[in-house]
């Protein structure tokens, strides 16, 4: 079995907002994004084209990646102190039709940090925060500002990886 990897090239803002219009909730938004992304690679008849998307929500509302610093800390301050879920999905395409899917929503409860801790966050994060819609990464700093995770590690990395390769195992792409 070989493996590449490849970003698709998608429009998630056009697509997210299409979804919205359409009266999808977020979990349903992710797999829309994830199964664009999948369906956006090029791959010989026959590959399996593995596709994942986030999206985080937080009362009611939608997040997307920060542009910048500043946005990342009105992010950060929205979420302090407050439960958010990560609504996590991928998806499998074979000649562009989809064979499986799952979304996975686990739950992070930000713990009420002080604005010096933030500002001491954002600085030891840099930009690396940028490419996270929660602005952080659990395998960095971010740990610190959680007082409890419910969900499965992975999907909050981005990947279901239990569902995905129980879903693997059922197409026969690895032992059972």
Known sequence: MRADFQAADVDEHAIR???????????????A???????????????LVIGADQILT?????????????????????????????HTAVVMMR????IWGHVACPVLHMRDFSDSFLEHYL????????????????????????SRIEGEYSAILGLPMLALLEALRGQGIILQ
């Open 17 to 31: 907002d299409r979804c919205r219009a359409q009266g999808l909730d977020a979990s349903q938004t992710a797999r």
């Open 33 to 47: 994004l994830a199964r664009a992304k999948a369906g956006a690679i090029t791959a010989p008849p026959g590959a």
């Open 58 to 86: 937080c009362n009611g509302t939608w997040f997307d990646k920060p542009e910048n610093r500043d946005e990342a800390r009105r992010h950060l301050r929205h979420l302090r102190g407050q439960p958010h879920v990560l």
């Open 95 to 98: 000649d562009g039709c989809e």
């Open 123 to 146: 600085h030891g994060e840099g930009d690396a925060i940028l490419a996270c819609v929660g602005c952080y990464r659990l395998e960095g700093m971010g740990i610190q500002l959680f």
